[in-house]
């Protein structure tokens, strides 16, 4: 692949309403997309998804911005990069920042497949048109504004409720959903808020939830090890995940049942498929879990959990969820509870220039051949 030129877009759209977790309040998602060009005019996009804050994990987009255009770009630019898959290995001399990582390696993909004519849907393979999806609720003032939220979700048909949890907003919230939904796949998230009180978890064992994830603090694996073995709740770990030798650690241990996989979070798709083939081999679920993406990381997501071994709903919800606009043509809508796998070239959206020009900044420009 020759590059003529690569740019990122700092980006920035507002939520429809404050999304509240155990970290604290978001109102707005700030994002940035990558463009890369190359010498026949095929352009390809990634996203850089990572919050502005160290509070989900300890990269932040100031961080992952510094790291692409001091470390990375200069390693893609000078290695000759035939195919996506040496991306990851090429950028490995530099340690951690994943979501900086994934950003470039995405678009590399999405650049090759379009330059291939295939759609990123045809590398798994595909084996769903359709993919069954559950929306994430966070923390809410009232069990009133709760449930009229659950309700609003479940009559758009999301096949499944995620609720952000945290001590002293937990069982009562969960009980509430319960009550109304006796048959709604229903499962908490504690954003690894509950250090020290185990005990307070075993009082949500016995509301039938689908599985708790990342109950105690990144990096507890023994700690979740013998919660597990207290609980039959399924337990989920999501910050815990970076690499695929940590899928060999936590079945090892014994430490859950299920992963949310996040592309960003483990380096980019090429680490993402090592991760789903370790799943399989150690009996975990693994479900695809979502960073308030736009257009272009939803249509990679979708794509990617179009795959075999994707049966648990993701946190893959209609752009209109969040956001009151999108910055591609092609929104995602959702249908029945499910969304449609993009099929076009690479990851199968296109940009609306507009959009961009309204909610993103002058394109920075990070490489550009002069010769």
């Known amino acids: 692949m020759h590059i003529k030129k690569i ?158 949890i945290k001590p002293g907003s937990d069982r009562a919230p969960l009980l509430a959903i319960r009550e109304r939904f006796p048959e709604l796949l229903l499962m908490a998230d ?46 989920c770990l999501d910050e815990d995940i970076r690499c695929v030798e940590d899928i060999d650690t936590v079945a090892a241990l014994g430490s859950c049942q299920a992963i949310n996989l996040k592309i960003p979070r483990v380096g980019g798709i090429t680490e993402a498929q ?12 693994v479900w695809l879990g979502g960073m308030f993406e736009s257009g272009v990381g939803r249509g990679m997501n979708l794509q990617f959990a179009s795959q075999a071994g994707f049966d648990f709903p993701g946190d893959l919800s209609a752009a209109d969820r969040y956001y009151f606009d999108d910055i591609v043509e092609q929104p995602a809508v959702i249908e029945n509870g499910c969304l449609a796998v993009p099929r076009g070239k690479g990851f199968g959206v296109s940009l609306a220039e507009e959009k961009l020009i309204k909610y993103g900044e002058r394109p920075f420009v990070l490489f550009e051949k002069t010769h």
């Open 274 to 285: 090592k991760i789903v083939k370790a799943c399989k081999e150690h009996g975990l679920t």
């Open 7 to 164: 740019e990122s877009i700092a980006c920035r759209l507002p939520l429809k309403q404050p999304f509240v977790t155990s970290y604290g309040q978001l109102t707005e998602k700030a994002f940035d997309i990558i463009r890369i060009t190359a010498t026949d005019g095929t352009v390809g996009f990634g996203e850089l998804v990572a919050f502005e804050q160290p509070d989900y994990i300890e990269e932040t987009l100031f961080s992952a911005r510094q790291v692409i255009r001091k470390q990375l770009i200069p390693l893609v630019t000078a290695a000759n990069i035939i195919h996506p898959d040496q991306v990851s290995t090429c950028v490995s001399v530099v340690q951690g920042n994943a979501m900086a990582k994934a950003a470039i390696e995405t678009a590399f993909w999405d650049l090759h497949a379009k330059q291939s004519g295939y759609s990123m849907a045809e590398v798994y393979p595909s084996i769903h048109n359709q993919i069954p999806v559950g929306v994430s609720v966070g923390i809410q003032p009232t069990i009133g504004h709760l449930l009229a939220q659950v309700e609003e979700y479940v009559a758009q048909g999301y096949q499944r409720i995620k609720l952000k």
């Open 190 to 235: 504690a954003n690894g808020a509950y250090v020290g009180q185990e005990d307070v978890l075993m009082a949500l064992d016995t509301l039938g939830l689908a599985m708790i994830e990342q109950p105690l603090q990144v990096r507890n694996l023994t700690g979740h090890a013998a919660l597990q073995k207290r609980m039959r709740t399924p337990l």
